[in-house]
């Protein structure tokens, strides 16, 4: 993995920044862009998931990760997960954005940061979600964290990575 990726092991190479692998992760609930109720548990029932945090809807580094993701939705799906976004962004914004770019995948509207704060994907001061990827195993473990604040390829690079070795 690239030196920049968090990953592995228990140490947390800056206390509080982002859960680490071996974690367990936390349960969420949010609604997606057309409305529909999304746990962590029903997730995982059906395949692993790449959860993603992205700062804001419509932005160029989130637009590019958003439809990194989307244009490797069939690959991934081939090596046994699915993709999920999360933001601070509400369910109209998350609807236009998924209409604009084709998103297939469940975009989470997190207004209150909820999940942003059970996953440590918040910016100092609090405002924005960090731009941070986990993978998370159908053991409800992490096996991978990715925090590339300007490279959504870097996002996709480690996730195809990590998830190509199979499970850990």
Do not use: W
């Not at 609930?29 to 419509?58: C, I, M, S």
């Amino acid at each position: 993995m690239p030196p920049s990726a968090l990953d592995a092991g228990r140490a947390r190479p800056h206390p509080g920044s982002v859960l680490s692998a071996g974690d367990a992760a936390p349960d969420f609930e949010g609604t997606d862009q057309n409305g529909n109720r999304v746990t962590l548990d029903d997730l995982l029932r059906k395949a692993a998931v790449v959860l993603y945090f992205y700062p804001k809807d419509f932005t160029p580094v989130c637009t590019a990760q958003a439809c990194l993701f989307r244009d490797s939705g069939a690959e991934l799906a081939s090596l046994g997960v699915q993709v999920v976004g999360v933001s601070g962004d509400d369910q109209s914004s998350h609807s236009r954005f998924a209409e604009a770019h084709r998103v297939p995948y469940p975009l989470l509207s997190d207004p209150e940061k909820k999940i942003q704060k059970a996953y440590e994907a918040r910016q100092l001061l609090g405002f924005l979600a960090k731009r941070v990827t986990y993978v998370i195993g159908q053991d409800k473990k992490i096996k991978g964290v990715f925090h590339h604040e300007l490279s959504a390829q870097k996002h996709l690079d480690a996730v195809r990575k990590m998830v190509a070795r199979g499970p850990s």
